[in-house]
């Protein structure tokens, strides 16, 4: 059952109990950003926290094969063919934000699709201004618990309302 613990004007932190709690987030995430073109979505947590896993169930919602979502450490940046388009990046191996830009990414982030940046943190000062921020906790990556936070709402109202309405109990 998704738990939404707390909210203000800025953020919102959620409790994920199991996958399937993670399933159903991601897919009322996915349903909300694919209206709110282009939106741009930072996944911050450590190594094993479950940022490609939500990557994964977001894209599933939207229409993506599950076999066609993964990691994207060498590659860097993978479209993934869903209506929208997702770009996933995941910038765990890029060094400095002279070679994160060089990737591009400005021009991702104008796209009318949604780009989600792994490890996003390292870069904060290149994301767009509106990047929905989403931080995953978890003290066990064993265990399929996981504190949600996310932040920067209050630059996008209209994201901010339908999630909160969303997340409600």
Known sequence: MIQLEQSNNDSVQVSLESLDDCRCFAKILASILSKHLPSTVAL?????????QLVKFFAQ??????????????????????????????????????????LGIEE??????????????????????????????????QSQYRQITLSNLAKNTALQEELFTALKP
Not at 44 to 52: E, R, S
Not at 80 to 99: L, N
Not at 115 to 133: G, H, N, S, Y
């Open 44 to 52: 911050v947590g450590t190594l094993g926290a479950g940022k490609t």
């Open 108 to 141: 991702l982030f104008e796209q009318p699709a949604i780009t989600i940046v792994e490890w996003a943190d390292r870069f904060a000062p290149c994301m767009p201004q509106k990047t929905l921020w989403i931080q995953l906790q978890s003290d066990d990556p």
């Open 61 to 102: 919602s939207l229409g993506a094969n599950p076999e066609d979502v993964f990691s994207p450490t060498f590659v860097l940046i993978h479209p993934i063919g869903t209506t929208p388009e997702i770009y996933h990046v995941d910038a765990y191996r890029i060094h400095d934000s002279d070679e994160f830009l060089e």
